[in-house]
């Protein structure tokens, strides 16, 4: 299937919105995170709006143990995901539901089985975004000093998710017949067992629930790194990435695609799909004036650990001169790469001080903004789609409700009016949505 002229969008689901000072503007909810009506007011906008999938990030752990920027956060009280997005399954009806879940700290069994489920519970809508653990205090949470490596992560990643697609394909699409007459529940010669035996796993199966309705989730990766960059050209079928210029945009977007083709694979079945922040305003001066004061809710100790964890926790950014400028490179870190390298280049090019680079790392992390009015937030987005920057966007509101209703009442509008952005569904499932083929069972195919 060939690239349309239409952008693809999501929705980066939050409870307070992804501007760290987002929770302290009187519009927002302030127990949003643990309100499954907030969630379900986001889900319905974005759905009635066209919306390909809501989005929700996770990680195993409290982000950061110093109090002095704990006080003050609202990200270590949310929903775990799953569990969320299947309630959402039943309040929606054409979104598609994209988890976020790490292949370091969860078994494979165990997550075929809760992400299968999902799209059951969904009708084939479900999502799986597979990441590795990035945060140090993950690995304390399940008996280890210190994550695994960087590139060990990432091998025990490719055998988790080679894993996870055998047992999806335990059953062949029509094993289950539930034929009461005769008392056959199912054909078991359409049954697979997985036996996989490998450095990091070892999984007999089957998975006790039929073949999902899209056959597999769709499987969506957000690595940049070069480990990442290979991962998504290999298993990705959605990428999402940090970039916040159109330059490195298009670079990206050239590697990832050059690497997808090499493998054999078609590179309109792998969509990318930046972050994109949109601040929107009647003028500029009201778009600018809404980032100020979501930057005055926001105590420097936030805005410190913040970048201290996306620069990747390899500097003491207490002790820095705050008015000194970032260097060209920083230790390389552990955990995540690919963003402390966005960081760097973004600062390396706009010649940030540290006190600036902390900022821009508290209003974005490093993912692209875009600050103004419907027209020209759209001109940006047009852009980048059009120069191959992007084949559409995570759209991450930095409040909510407030910046999600502005964007689909203001924005989406203009994208429709130019042509590059549908005004309804196309299909039941999340994959005929993306124009994403449905996978053939391994087993069936092979036989």
């Known amino acids: 299937m060939a690239r349309t002229e239409e952008m693809k969008l999501g929705l980066f689901l939050s409870g307070a919105g992804y501007h760290d000072g987002a929770w302290r503007d009187p519009s927002v909810p302030a127990n949003g995170g643990v309100d499954v009506n907030h969630y379900a007011q986001l889900a319905t906008l974005a759905q009635s709006a066209a919306f390909h999938f809501v989005f929700l990030a996770d990680h195993l752990s409290v982000a950061e143990l110093d109090h002095a920027s704990l006080t003050s956060v609202s990200r270590n009280d949310a929903f775990e995901p799953i569990t969320l997005l299947s309630t959402l399954s039943s309040r929606t009806q054409h979104i598609g539901l994209v988890a976020t879940a790490t292949t370091t700290y969860h078994q494979p069994y165990h997550l075929a089985r809760m992400l299968a489920s999902l799209d059951h519970l969904s009708h084939g809508r479900a999502a799986w975004n597979i990441v590795t653990s990035g945060i140090k205090f993950e690995a304390s949470n399940f008996g280890d000093h210190e994550l695994p490596d960087h590139d060990v992560r990432y091998a025990r990643a490719r055998e988790f998710v080679k894993v996870v697609k055998g047992l999806w394909d335990s059953w062949d699409d029509d094993a289950f017949i539930r034929d009461k007459r005769n008392g056959i529940y199912a054909d078991t010669t359409k049954l697979h067992l997985l036996n996989h035996r490998g450095k990091y796993f070892s999984v007999r199966g089957p998975l006790n629930i039929a073949r999902p309705p899209q056959g597999y989730p769709v499987l969506v990766q957000a690595g940049a790194s070069d480990a990442g960059i290979r991962f998504g050209a290999e298993l990705g079928e959605v990428i999402f990435t940090a970039e916040p210029s159109l330059e490195h945009g298009r670079q990206y977007y050239a590697t990832l695609k050059d690497k997808v083709r090499a493998l054999g694979r078609e590179d309109d079945q792998v969509v990318v799909m930046p972050g994109i922040i949109p601040v929107v305003g009647n003028t500029n ?51 995540i790469q690919s963003r402390q390298k966005v960081l760097l280049d973004l600062a390396a090019r706009r010649k940030l001080t540290w006190r600036e680079l902390i900022r821009v790392v508290s209003d974005s992390r490093g993912h692209l903004m875009a600050i103004g009015t419907p027209d020209e937030i759209a001109d940006v987005m047009g852009e980048m789609f059009d120069q191959r920057a992007a084949d559409g966007f995570n759209v991450i509101p930095a409040t909510t409700p407030g910046e999600l209703m502005d964007f689909v009442e203001l924005v989406v509008p203009v994208l429709r009016r130019r042509g590059k952005f549908r005004s309804g569904y196309s299909g039941q499932s999340l994959r005929e949505n993306l124009g994403l083929k449905r996978p053939l069972n391994r087993f069936a195919r092979a036989s």
Not at 288 to 310: E, F, N, P
Not at 318 to 323: F, K, N, P, Q, R
């Open 285 to 335: 001066q009201e778009a600018s004036d809404k980032l100020k004061r979501l930057q005055s809710y926001t105590h420097l100790d936030v805005q410190i650990g913040t970048a201290d964890r996306w620069l990747g926790s390899v500097i003491d950014l207490h002790s820095v001169d705050l008015d000194s400028f970032v260097p060209d490179s920083l230790p390389q870190t552990n955990f």
